[in-house]
């Protein structure tokens, strides 16, 4: 079989399991990693670009360690055995990969809970984190990491990032597994270019914009079936939000609880969005599209926007590439719209880390393991995989197995911090621009423990407006009201 059609089934593959790949509650944050998905189309990486795993990184000893994981490993029962074996090459560790078919959140609720010994939980959930560090489970692991030649270095985690994994008294409770993303609009520019228009920065020119992929046949087929803007429901608009200083679930004020999207300054976007579904220039399937469809829209030339994380800017891209050589096709990640001070809000995802449980029986071959994850070898494991599973090696360059194009370059770490490590086959087209955006303006959310009573409120009460179902000064008022009386906003 040609390499051209292992690509199009891993794409695919990819595609069509990404809401299964999460560790965490939010399966988005989890697929926007995976879209790192699909650069097998190049032949061949460079080897110093990535060194080869060597068992001289590993350390000296005869280590045991007991993970639980949903993300890292290996894609089938079998390979996560070569896994196991590889991870004891590389660091003389003897490790177990548990990767519970189902229910992972809970499966790691019961662990903690009932006592069970892990050595290290991956999560991705800053609220369960500060819960179970509340509940005393998770070790102290500030003064391991400042120790660490590896871990402290800023080349390796930038310093500012470990604000993420601190406790309330400041002390650093995880490490990360790999680089979380953030979402965005994402543009056709191709129509953008074709039609003449510059990339959007204020209200009033993405409305133009929209207008333009509605009413001008960017697609050329002369039949007027496109849509300006599609969204899955409510997620992800916070790079319009932006425009009126409006950040997502809740925000602090003084002590109180407060939704943003719940308040008064709410309503003229809510407005924005009716005015958009009134003209025919949103996809008025909006609030019943899951991620799927969403995508597809824009895949087959039918919208010109979606909102979006920013690793798919590489996976439409790649996709569409593979799909026809000769395509014009080209997504591109914008920025959020400015506020009236200039303040850019963009949506960062909670980040994937590791946990070391304080009933662990083995913290030293965990904190090993986490430095070793974070090195060269480690990542390239992460990523590309087992050496003579998913790759080889001739001469100087990396070289994807047709295993290894199937299971895409992730086995845990699509993407990484450590810029000391090169990416063997470079990033997919148009992901790197969209990652700087994030670096540059992405925060993350406050989840805190009431947000999923209050988003069914926000969505209900945000949908009905944006879709022109209610006013958008009732709507908003409504939703507060609600929310209020069920305790779950303080003003």
């Given at each position: 079989?040609?390499?051209?059609?292992?690509?199009?089934?891993?794409?695919?593959?990819?595609?069509?399991?990404m809401?299964?790949?999460?560790?965490?509650?939010?399966?988005?944050?989890?697929?926007?990693?995976?879209?790192q998905?699909?650069?097998?189309?190049?032949?061949?990486?460079?080897?110093?670009?990535?060194?080869?795993?060597?068992p001289?990184n590993?350390?000296a000893?005869?280590?045991?360690?007991r993970?639980?994981d949903?993300?890292?490993?290996?894609k089938?029962?079998?390979?996560n055995?070569?896994?196991?074996?590889?991870?004891?090459?590389?660091?003389?560790?003897e490790?177990?990969?548990?990767k519970?078919?189902?229910d992972?959140d809970?499966?790691?609720l019961t662990?903690?809970g009932s006592?069970?010994?892990?050595?290290?939980?991956?999560l991705?959930?800053?609220?369960?984190?500060a819960?179970?560090?509340?509940?005393g489970?998770?070790?102290?692991l500030?003064?391991?990491?400042?120790n660490?030649t590896?871990?402290?270095?800023?080349?390796?985690i930038?310093?500012?990032?470990?604000?993420?994994?601190?406790?309330?008294?400041g002390?650093?409770?995880?490490?990360?597994?790999?680089?979380q993303g953030?979402?965005m609009?994402?543009?056709?520019?191709?129509?953008l270019d074709?039609?003449?228009?510059?990339?959007?920065?204020?209200?009033?020119e993405y409305?133009?914009?929209?207008?333009?992929?509605k009413?001008k046949?960017?697609?050329g087929?002369?039949?007027?079936?496109t849509?300006?803007?599609?969204?899955s429901?409510?997620?992800?608009?916070?790079?319009?939000?932006?425009?009126a200083?409006?950040?997502?679930?809740?925000?602090?004020?003084?002590?109180?609880?407060?939704?943003?999207?719940?308040?008064?300054a709410?309503?003229?976007?809510?407005?924005?969005f009716?005015?958009?579904?009134?003209?025919?220039i949103?996809?008025?399937?909006?609030?019943?599209?899951?991620?799927g469809k969403?995508?597809?829209?824009?895949?087959t030339?039918?919208?010109?926007?979606?909102?979006y994380w920013?690793?798919?800017?590489?996976?439409f891209?790649n996709?569409?590439?593979?799909?026809?050589p000769?395509?014009?096709f080209?997504?591109e990640?914008?920025?959020?719209?400015?506020g009236?001070?200039?303040?850019?809000?963009m949506?960062r995802?909670?980040?994937?880390?590791?946990?070391?449980?304080?009933?662990a029986?083995?913290?030293?071959?965990?904190?090993?393991?986490?430095?070793?994850?974070?090195?060269?070898?480690?990542?390239?494991?992460?990523?590309?995989?087992?050496?003579g599973?998913?790759?080889?090696?001739?001469g100087?360059?990396?070289?994807?197995?047709?295993?290894?194009?199937?299971?895409?370059?992730?086995?845990?770490v699509?993407?990484w911090y450590?810029?000391n490590?090169?990416?063997?086959?470079?990033?997919?087209p148009?992901?790197?621009?969209?990652?700087?955006?994030?670096t540059?303006d992405?925060?993350l959310?406050?989840t805190?423990p009431?947000?999923?009573d209050?988003?069914k409120?926000?969505n209900?009460?945000a949908?009905?407006?944006?879709s022109?179902?209610?006013?958008?000064?009732?709507?908003?008022k409504?939703m507060?009201?609600?929310?209020?009386?069920?305790?779950?906003?303080?003003?």
């Amino acid at each position: 079989m040609n390499k051209k059609v292992w690509l199009t089934m891993s794409t695919v593959a990819v595609a069509g399991t990404m809401l299964l790949s999460g560790c965490g509650s939010e399966s988005g944050n989890n697929a926007a990693n995976n879209a790192q998905a699909g650069n097998a189309a190049n032949a061949g990486g460079n080897a110093s670009d990535a060194p080869a795993n060597t068992p001289a990184n590993a350390p000296a000893g005869d280590m045991k360690l007991r993970i639980l994981d949903a993300n890292v490993g290996g894609k089938t029962p079998e390979e996560n055995t070569k896994f196991e074996a590889e991870i004891k090459r590389l660091t003389g560790i003897e490790a177990t990969v548990e990767k519970p078919a189902s229910d992972y959140d809970q499966k790691v609720l019961t662990a903690l809970g009932s006592g069970e010994k892990y050595d290290l939980i991956e999560l991705s959930d800053l609220g369960k984190l500060a819960s179970f560090v509340d509940q005393g489970v998770v070790s102290d692991l500030t003064d391991f990491v400042t120790n660490s030649t590896v871990l402290s270095d800023p080349a390796v985690i930038p310093t500012g990032e470990w604000d993420q994994l601190k406790s309330k008294d400041g002390k650093i409770v995880a490490v990360f597994s790999k680089f979380q993303g953030g979402t965005m609009p994402i543009v056709r520019k191709d129509w953008l270019d074709k039609l003449g228009l510059k990339e959007p920065k204020t209200l009033d020119e993405y409305y133009n914009v929209l207008k333009a992929f509605k009413e001008k046949d960017p697609d050329g087929n002369g039949k007027n079936d496109t849509y300006g803007l599609s969204t899955s429901g409510l997620y992800d608009v916070q790079g319009f939000m932006s425009a009126a200083g409006l950040k997502a679930r809740y925000v602090m004020k003084d002590g109180k609880r407060t939704i943003p999207y719940a308040t008064e300054a709410a309503v003229p976007m809510y407005e924005w969005f009716a005015k958009l579904v009134k003209e025919g220039i949103m996809d008025p399937n909006f609030v019943t599209n899951d991620t799927g469809k969403m995508r597809n829209l824009f895949l087959t030339d039918r919208v010109g926007m979606v909102t979006y994380w920013d690793a798919w800017v590489g996976m439409f891209n790649n996709m569409k590439k593979t799909e026809d050589p000769n395509t014009k096709f080209q997504a591109e990640g914008l920025e959020s719209i400015p506020g009236a001070d200039g303040t850019i809000i963009m949506r960062r995802g909670d980040p994937d880390f590791w946990i070391i449980p304080a009933n662990a029986e083995h913290p030293d071959a965990a904190k090993k393991f986490l430095e070793f994850w974070n090195s060269e070898p480690g990542i390239i494991l992460g990523s590309l995989g087992i050496e003579g599973e998913d790759y080889t090696k001739e001469g100087d360059a990396y070289k994807l197995t047709q295993t290894g194009t199937e299971h895409n370059m992730d086995h845990g770490v699509p993407f990484w911090y450590n810029t000391n490590v090169k990416y063997p086959f470079g990033k997919l087209p148009g992901v790197q621009e969209a990652q700087d955006l994030v670096t540059k303006d992405a925060t993350l959310e406050l989840t805190l423990p009431t947000w999923p009573d209050a988003e069914k409120i926000v969505n209900d009460y945000a949908l009905k407006a944006m879709s022109g179902q209610m006013g958008a000064a009732e709507a908003v008022k409504k939703m507060h009201d609600e929310l209020l009386s069920k305790n779950l906003i303080d003003e």
